[in-house]
Structures are given as C-alpha cells and as structure tokens.
C-alpha cells in the first residue's frame, strides 16, 4: 500500500470509483459471461477506489461521491483489441521500417478483460518487430501517428482520461539490456517546435523492469527520470492502466499507474500500483522555428505510441529481431 501522505486530494479520484461503479452496472446489465474476469477487473478499479476511500475519509468524500453520481459515468473514446487487420484504422501511422514488420495475430491475445468490464470477445493482437539496420527516426516499429491530427491524439491540455494497454515482450525481446528501450510512449506532437527532445512519458524495459519515465523538464530536456517500476517478466501479458490529468502546470498535472504484475486480473498486488504524482504531464512549446499554430508557452498535446524503440547499439538480429506485443488498448473519458 502507497503511504497515506502520497495519495492526492478526494476529488481528484472520484473518477476511478465512478468507473468502478458505472462498469459494475454495465456487467450486470448485459449478463456478462465469465464473472470471475469480470471480478476480477471490478477488484482491480476497487482497489484504486478503496485505496483512496482509505485516504480520505469523512463527510467530503460521500458528498462528492453523491454529486458525481449524477454524471453519466465514464466514455469509452476509442479501443483497440487488435481485430481489425489495418492498425492505422486506430493508431494513425505505423512507423516501421516496412509492413512485415506489424503483425496481427488470430490466437494467443490478451485475455483481461476491456477497460468497460466487457470481454475483448478476440484472441487477437499486433506484434512489433525491428531487425538491426532498421531506421524509421532511430531503430523503431511503433504504432502512432506524432501529429495533432493524430487519432492517438488523445492527450489535450485540461482533459483526465484512463488509458489501458496491454503489453507481452516475446523470448526476442532483449529484456535484459543496460540502456534506453521504449514500448510505449505518450509523446508531444508534431509540428512544434519542441516536438523532437524526450518524450514526455515513455514506458521503458531493460535490466529486466518496467519504467515509466518523464521528461526532465518541460521544455528542452533531452533526458528522463524514473517515476516508477516494476519486475518485467517475457511471454505474459501485463495490463497497464494509467490514469492522468494532462497539463504542462506541475499543480494541475497528475499521473498514477497500476500493473497487473501477477494476472489475476486486479492491480492490488504488492507493487502494482504508483503512488499518485502531483507533476507536468505535458509539454510546453518553445517560442520559434517554422509557424505551426502552436505558440510558444502553450502545452503541446500528447498522442500515444505503442511497439518497440530502442537505442540501435541493442542486437536485433535476423531471422528473429526483436518483438513487443500489444493488445486491448482503451482510453476513456472518466
Ligand atoms: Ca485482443
Ligand atoms: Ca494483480
């Protein structure tokens, strides 16, 4: 359990407990079969709610709960659980070194269940593949189009959306490395002209944990630092959920991820959960370079990436190269 003193303020988390409620009724209803899943998932967004229940007690949070209880509860805004054959339909752009490189696969998917509650009802996913040689703006396949026009755009100053992703590093990825390797990133868009420098968040793996990092600043880093990690393990897929409120002010930002680290469906084990963090989660644009429509000082919106991109010293040899699947990403409105 994160310390008390970390966890945020009542109101910043009724989100959560709203899902949490609005995705048992959405089970009930429909008579969703495979309810120890089901429960499983309810366990999971209930632990971020109990947690911070357990923080926050007395007369505020019952009254807020009440309030927001009038709301029509959570939106689903887009979901990908690998069904449809061209990825682009939902990612935008495919940045590999050419179309073998994305793959979809029919059997072997991910089998938590969506971010709604409800069951992906496929066995599908998509795998990434770099081979050495490859340069698409460094040693990368990643599914995202790094443009505000992008349908992975999702990431606007002022918005708080739950993105849920899962992620499987087959026997080829090199797990075990010393050096930067992304698999998923939510990164500012193009054209700006602080598109280019580090990511704001990158989820990383290498020295055999997963690592989300930050940006070391909002403006013109060119380096990260670790806000969390885990133990990574090869051939399981771990389910991801962060939830974020993007701003480029440090008081109006906010991050928190869970990981279902073991699989059973919740992310209430020993270190599956990030304390929550008070921090910038968004860019900021620097006065300059070609007009692009976005002045400088404003927060540059983030769209989210998915694959495999790595420092290109990290041997990726044929015929294997190396590989990370993805498989039932939602983002939600809360
Ligand atoms: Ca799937
Ligand atoms: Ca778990």
Request: hydrophobic share 35%.
């Amino acid at each position: 359990m994160p310390r008390s003193g970390d966890e945020p303020r009542t109101n910043r988390h009724d989100t959560i407990d709203r899902i949490q409620r609005t995705t048992q009724a959405t089970t009930e209803r429909r008579g969703v079969a495979g309810p120890k899943l089901a429960i499983a998932m309810l366990m999971a967004l209930a632990a971020l709610a109990l947690i911070v229940a357990g923080a926050n007690p007395g007369p505020v949070t019952a009254k807020k709960h009440k309030h927001r209880g009038k709301r029509a509860g959570p939106g689903l805004i887009a979901s990908d659980t690998g069904t449809d054959p061209d990825a682009t339909h939902f990612w935008g752009k495919e940045d590999c070194a050419n179309d073998s490189r994305v793959q979809q696969f029919t059997t072997g998917g991910d089998a938590h269940l969506t971010a709604t509650g409800l069951p992906q009802g496929d066995s599908d996913f998509r795998r990434m593949t770099v081979f050495d040689g490859d340069d698409v703006w460094g040693e990368r396949c990643e599914l995202g189009w790094d443009s505000r026009k992008s349908p992975t755009a999702f990431y606007r100053p002022g918005t708080h959306r739950i993105t849920a992703i899962s992620l499987r590093l087959p026997s080829n990825f090199p797990i075990s490395v010393n050096t930067w390797q992304a698999v998923m990133q939510m990164k500012q868009s193009g054209p700006a002209n602080n598109s280019g420098g580090a990511p704001i968040f990158s989820l990383d793996v290498w020295g055999g944990r997963w690592r989300l990092r930050q940006a070391l600043d909002r403006t013109t880093s060119t380096d990260l630092r670790e806000l969390w990690s885990a133990p990574a393990q090869l051939n399981f897929w771990t389910r991801f959920i962060f939830d974020v409120r993007y701003s480029a002010r440090k008081k109006a930002g906010y991050i928190r991820v869970g990981a279902d680290l073991n699989g059973d469906g919740d992310i209430s084990d020993p270190g599956e959960l990030s304390r929550g963090i008070h921090t910038y989660t968004l860019k900021l644009e620097t006065p300059g370079g070609s007009p692009d429509g976005l002045r400088g000082g404003r927060a540059i919106p983030s769209h989210l990436r998915a694959g495999i991109y790595h420092d290109d010293s990290i041997p990726c040899r044929s015929p294997t190269g190396c590989s990370v699947d993805v498989d039932n990403v939602q983002v939600l409105r809360p």
